[in-house]
């Protein structure tokens, strides 16, 4: 019952911001680079290099540490939050709107993209929809809060990876491409993290934990709804020995309808990747085709400790 229930009720609300991601045919394209390095508002055109507000790619490659308010709506193609440390604030009532139709993963054709050696935080106060998957790299953070709203459409991937993190406390996150957890890292070490904490979150493309490092889903929270395959240590080329994915559900509720696949690794067993339940409940609703795996390809364990496991048939 919960699928009819959030689907109508989210693709409503999608179609009525359709018609804003297309900007003006008419409106001069311009690019820029932020200079304002003790931080402002977006809106003054000061902060801004040549002094002009940009409306198709904005940059943040320069400086550090310092705060970016989003006063104004703003839709533009490509926007690139690569400074390290400072904090960039979309607040309540307000919308960011990023239309370019990226590439994979870490691609910086990404509308929407934090490279390393990014630390920067994206705070989501108000409302942020990219047209396609976007890059959180480096050491960067998006947070959800005051019920904030994501609205990821379309078709590429999203990838989280090396040391960076999303954390929703509130709100929607509604996520139309495949979500990748620290797929793209060359050396171990780095551990990704999606942290749910509250709010509504659906995942409508394969959610794949641990490709290529460490990825780990917190769930203590909110519900979290995937419709496609959840992969807890996805499959890795052999030379990435330290892939790991570990899913952790303290409370709240995952409903999953697909496959579950806990330890896919094709090359390596010497990580154990594992689905840890200490609360909440997670429920699996899928079709008889659908399939339940521990150690698919791989090592994986799913241990139960507290909440509940539960699988059906329809």
């Not at 680079?33 to 002094?51: H, P, Q, R, V």
């Not at 709100?171 to 509250?198: K, R």
Request: hydrophobic share 40%; aromatic share 10%.
């Amino acid at each position: 019952m919960k699928r009819k229930l959030f689907g109508p009720v989210i693709r409503l609300t999608l179609g009525c911001i359709v018609g804003l991601l297309a900007p003006a045919a008419s409106a001069q394209l311009i690019s820029n680079t932020w200079l304002n390095f003790s931080g402002g508002n977006w809106s003054d055109a000061a902060n801004w290099s040549n002094s002009v507000i940009p409306n198709t790619a904005a940059f943040f490659t320069e400086g550090s540490n310092y705060s970016v308010t989003q006063n104004v709506d703003v839709t533009l193609g490509t926007i690139r939050l690569w400074v390290a440390g400072g904090t960039y604030v979309v607040p309540a009532g307000r919308w960011l709107f990023v239309t370019n139709v990226g590439g994979v993963g870490g691609n910086n054709n990404n509308g929407l993209s934090f490279n390393h050696p990014s630390t920067m935080t994206l705070l989501i106060n108000g409302g942020l929809v990219t047209n396609s998957g976007f890059y959180l790299g480096g050491a960067a953070q998006l947070i959800i809060t005051n019920n904030g709203l994501l609205y990821t459409r379309n078709m590429g991937q999203t990838r989280i990876d090396r040391n960076a993190s999303l954390t929703q406390y509130s709100g929607v996150w509604d996520h139309l491409p495949s979500l990748e957890v620290a797929f793209d890292g060359t050396v171990p070490g780095p551990v990704a993290y999606v942290n749910l904490f509250g709010g509504t979150t659906l995942i409508r493309g394969s959610l794949a934990l641990g490709a290529r490092e460490t990825g780990i889903l917190t769930i203590n929270g909110g519900t979290l709804t995937n419709w496609v395959d959840l992969t807890v240590g996805a499959s890795a080329p052999s030379f990435y020995a330290s892939a790991t994915g570990l899913l952790n559900l303290a409370s709240g509720t995952i409903i999953h309808i697909r496959n579950l696949l806990i330890g896919d690794f094709l090359w390596t067993n010497a990580q154990r990747s594992q689905f840890t339940i200490t609360g909440g409940e997670y429920r699996n609703i899928t079709n008889a085709a659908a399939q339940i795996r521990v150690g698919n390809r791989g090592t994986g364990a799913l241990h139960v400790a507290g909440g509940s496991f539960v699988a059906t048939n329809g």
